[in-house]
């Protein structure tokens, strides 16, 4: 793909997880645009694969709850790229359901894809970054992980535990690797499709920006903290969410 950006990410080596769609592929066509070479990885293999031939990237299938699947995906990312120096978690599921309706499965799967995926993805690209000298990493959680809301008690769960682990990470890993999260409000995505279905005016006019997200805004928030404009910026948690989460 030819690049339209200004090169913020031009020699930036990028794993990006749930690039199948959503804010996942936003990011791998604006990272792209920007100048980075990208790897990557969604458990909907046929469609990350056609993304990534599109934008002229390394694509694969990766279950991110899977171990064995994250190893070997991650060095074939490396061998794919020469080297990785950034990362972006933004594979996730959403399961609306109060606690006392959650089933142990479904518990069990949603910290298993949310919380556990976005640690095994740190944990074994963090090596390939200290090889490569340094990196980003910017995990998306989710204002459900500042504060509740009924009906997502164990997705709120995960991603109080993916702001308490990128911020973990990010005092164990410096000063070569910088480790943020974001908090995006509602991104009209395939995810929030029945949310927005019974409660899209509630959902718009909340925040104080009193509109829906986009992917883009997302994106380019995990772009500033991709990129060295944030070099100074480490172990912090950015909202995305039209002034909702304090209101
Ligand atoms: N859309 C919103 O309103 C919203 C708000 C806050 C946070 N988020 C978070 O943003 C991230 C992106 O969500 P989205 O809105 O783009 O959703 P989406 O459903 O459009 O995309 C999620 C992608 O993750 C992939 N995925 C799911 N489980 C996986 C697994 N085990 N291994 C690999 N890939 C897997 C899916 O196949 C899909 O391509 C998620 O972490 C989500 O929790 C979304």
Not at 62 to 72: I, N
Not at 73 to 82: D, I, L, R, S, T
Not at 130 to 148: C, F
């Amino acid at each position: 793909m030819a690049e339209q950006g200004s090169g913020r990410l031009k020699g930036r080596r990028i794993v990006v997880t749930g690039a199948a769609r959503g804010m996942g592929l936003a990011t791998a066509e604006i990272f792209a645009a920007e100048g980075a070479k990208l790897a990557l990885c969604d458990r909907d293999e046929q469609a990350v694969r056609a993304n990534a031939d599109r934008l002229g990237q390394f694509g694969a299938g990766c279950d991110v709850a899977d171990e064995a699947d994250v190893a070997r995906f991650c060095e074939q990312a490396e061998q794919a790229m020469g080297g990785v120096d950034g990362l972006i978690n933004a594979a996730g599921i959403l399961i609306m359901k109060p606690m006392l309706e959650t089933s142990l499965a479904e518990w069990q799967r949603v910290l298993d894809v949310n919380l556990t995926g976005t640690m095994l993805m740190c944990k074994t690209l963090a090596p390939a970054m200290q090889r490569a000298g340094g990196g980003t990493m910017v995990n998306i959680a989710s204002i459900g992980g500042l504060r509740p809301g009924p009906g997502s008690g164990a997705y709120s769960v995960s991603k109080a535990g993916v702001i308490m682990l990128s911020n973990s990470l990010a005092s164990e890993l410096g000063p070569e690797i910088r480790v943020n999260t974001v908090c995006p409000g509602t991104i009209p995505t395939d995810m929030v499709t029945d949310l927005l279905a019974s409660s899209r005016e509630r959902l718009t006019e909340t925040p104080a920006l009193k509109r829906l997200g986009r992917a883009e805004d997302v994106v380019k928030a995990m772009l500033f903290l991709t990129s060295d404009d944030s070099s100074y910026v480490t172990g912090d948690t950015l909202t995305v969410d039209g002034g909702w989460a304090y209101r």
